[in-house]
């Protein structure tokens, strides 16, 4: 419909069937995208991104639209964006990032 509202809450969208988030349950809505960063924890995702800043943009579907690479000095700290990939981790949402992680390091 038109309109729509922001939520930053993610806690929960990594449930199955169907994610659990604030946006998903509270509001029935869909979300237009969820900015995930790439894991900098293990060594095949490390080669790809030393430094934790590259995100990858998907949409409600966990399809990719875009992907990136933060810049600058005010970024969130390297455990928010850990924590950002472990809230997502297994779900929809981290499927595109495993495809970047696993196709620069095959």
């Not at 806690?11 to 894991?39: E, M, N, S, T, Y």
């Not at 900098?40 to 030393?50: E, P, S, V, Y």
């Not at 928010?80 to 499927?95: F, H, I």
């Not at 990032?97 to 620069?104: F, Q």
Request: proline share 4%; aromatic share 6%; hydrophobic share 40%.
């Amino acid at each position: 419909g038109a309109g729509g509202s922001w939520s930053t809450c993610a806690i929960g969208c990594a449930a199955q069937p169907a994610p659990r988030d604030v946006a998903h349950v509270q509001f029935r809505a869909r979300i237009a995208f969820k900015l995930v960063w790439v894991p900098a924890d293990d060594d095949a995702a490390a080669r790809l991104d030393r430094g934790g800043t590259v995100f990858v943009l998907v949409d409600d579907a966990g399809t990719e639209l875009a992907r990136g690479r933060a810049t600058g000095k005010r970024l969130p700290a390297l455990e928010e964006r850990r924590a950002n990939y472990e809230l997502v981790k297994g779900s929809k949402y981290a499927r595109a990032v495993d495809s970047v992680v696993a196709r620069t390091t095959s």
